[in-house]
């Protein structure tokens, strides 16, 4: 019995001392498309989908979502939001600052009604893009 008394003492000790390590996720684009603001405050039409291919990395450890656009952009999370999941869509929000200090909101939003297609929107006051992406 004493044996098993210090089995399960090792197995609880290795378990609680185990580093817990995210993986960052990565994900494709396949296009994108941007809007911006009028004068009097409401948003132009999303321009055409044109073709994107650049590499999205999502590191929750680092904080971190780096888009390697030609000029890359990377965006310090401040604050995760409250994730909204019905039955027409799934959307996680994060609050970012980008490396040039602008605040801007980003959400992976995953459209059910659509055959699940995945979509990352970058909102800026005055910009906004959003990225069809899809898990790489």
Do not use: H
């Not at 809007?35 to 999303?46: H, I, L, P």
């Amino acid at each position: 019995m004493k044996y098993l008394n210090v089995f399960f003492f090792l197995i609880v000790l290795n378990f609680g001392t185990q580093k817990t390590s995210a993986q960052p996720i990565r994900f494709q684009t396949s296009s994108v498309s941007f809007t911006d603001k009028k004068d009097d405050g409401n948003w132009n039409e999303w321009s055409d989908f044109v073709d994107a291919r650049v590499l999205i990395t999502l590191d929750a450890k680092k904080d971190l979502i780096t888009i390697n656009s030609s000029e890359v952009q990377s965006f310090k999370i401040k604050a995760y939001g409250e994730i909204t999941d019905n039955d027409e869509v799934n959307i996680v929000p994060f609050e970012c600052v980008d490396n040039k200090f602008s605040k801007c909101n980003i959400l992976v939003i995953t459209k059910k009604k659509e055959n699940n297609r995945v979509q990352l929107y970058v909102t800026y006051n005055e910009v906004k893009f959003v990225y069809n992406i899809y898990a790489k």
